[in-house]
């Protein structure tokens, strides 16, 4: 079984058992949290789409970890313009298991 959540802007499709890093969110580690936005849920050869939302399907999953992604470089300029531009930016995330998918 899987399905289809939205959490942060992004949309993921997950399963029982996955390791996922998402957006940060305000949890603990180690703390068990639901995910109610999900888009669609399917099983096989079966799947249901919700509009937008599937109704009564929520997604349970354990916090692992909290953490930033490497660092990504940005670097700007206009060519002989004395211009130059150097900035980074490491964003945030946290990982977490998918533990069951209710439907």
């Keep these: 079984m899987y ?4 959490t942060g802007g992004k949309q993921y499709k ?3 058992g996955e390791k996922l890093k998402i957006e940060q969110i305000p949890a603990d580690i180690g703390s068990e949290i639901t ?6 849920v399917g099983a096989g ?4 789409f919700g509009e937008p939302l599937v109704v009564g399907a ?3 999953a354990t916090v692992i970890a909290q953490g930033r992604h490497d660092k990504v470089k ?10 130059q531009k150097r900035q980074g930016h490491r964003q945030n995330f946290t ?6 998918i209710l439907a």
Aim: hydrophobic share 45%; charged share 30%; no cysteine.
């Design 3 to 6: 399905a289809v959540i939205k």
């Design 35 to 40: 995910i109610d936005q999900v888009l669609a």
């Design 95 to 100: 990982e977490i298991l998918i533990n069951n």
């Design 58 to 60: 929520s997604v349970t």
């Design 14 to 16: 997950v399963a029982s």
């Design 45 to 48: 050869d079966s799947l249901k």
């Design 74 to 83: 940005i670097f700007k300029m206009r060519r002989r313009k004395h211009y």
